[in-house]
């Protein structure tokens, strides 16, 4: 089934401890994406990657890292982890330069840092 | 920074009318405008996006811009409970960005 798959679905982290974050899809889409969604505060851009090999800062980057090493993989990076970190993270993909730009997420992935 | 302004509700309709959802922004340059349903515990999807000033329908669901006022509605005729979820506005913020609004809560009682 063609999608976006987010790994891990939850995780109980330590603050200060490195973690990363998974995203692969399936549907060949040049754009990806990272929101994160915080209760009262909505989806909100993290990073964003336009093609392969390219990426580039949201609303709030500050403590998170990406790479682009190819078209299917976009893993969010958290160096040290601190609580303000808890949230519900989105991965996301699209195709901008076909048509409507519709994003596509995955599941979420539940972090909670303590 | 473009802004996204939706009220959070919750808006309670009766099963069987209409429930219209508002969203107004910031950025007159904002070129396209996306309705995006999530239920809870779930991830976003979306319902429908419209580029052009009018209506765009789509089953039972019409999405309304304005681009001179600066609002883009959705208007869901005959909800059914199954509609309850919080809906999300969101526009073109860059090439390829996105910039969402925090989204309506709306229920539909039976």
């Known amino acids: 089934i063609a999608g976006i798959t987010q790994a891990p679905t939850s995780q109980i982290l330590a603050a200060g401890r490195r973690m990363t974050l998974r995203c692969t899809q399936d549907?060949?889409?040049?754009?990806m994406y990272w929101y994160r969604q915080d209760l009262g505060l909505g989806l909100r851009l993290i990073h964003y990657?336009?093609?392969?090999?390219?990426?580039g800062k949201g609303e709030v980057p500050d403590g998170y890292s990406v790479s682009r090493a190819n078209t299917d993989d976009f893993p969010l990076t958290l160096a040290s982890a601190v609580p303000s970190q808890t949230s519900v993270y989105f991965c996301?993909?699209?195709?901008?330069?076909?048509?409507?730009?519709?994003?596509?997420f995955g599941a979420g992935s539940r972090l909670t840092v303590l | 920074q473009k802004e996204v302004e939706q009220n959070s509700g919750p808006l309670s309709v009766p099963e069987g009318a209409i429930a219209s959802l508002n969203c107004t922004y910031s950025?007159?340059?904002?070129?396209?405008f996306f309705w995006y349903r999530q239920y809870s515990g779930k991830s976003p999807e979306l319902i429908m996006f419209?580029?052009?000033?009018g209506d765009k329908e789509d089953g039972r669901f019409t999405a309304q811009l304005n681009k001179a006022s600066q609002y883009v509605s959705l208007l869901i005729r005959d909800s059914q409970p199954s509609d309850s979820a919080t809906y999300l506005c969101?526009?073109?913020?860059?090439?390829?960005?996105?910039?969402f609004g925090k989204g309506t809560m709306l229920l539909v009682s039976p």
């Open positions: 990657s336009n093609t392969a090999g390219t990426t």
């Open positions: 950025d007159r340059g904002s070129q396209s």
């Open positions: 549907m060949r889409h040049n754009a």
């Open positions: 996301a993909s699209s195709d901008p330069g076909v048509g409507a730009n519709v994003l596509t």
């Open positions: 419209i580029y052009s000033n």
């Open positions: 969101a526009l073109n913020s860059g090439y390829s960005t996105l910039t």
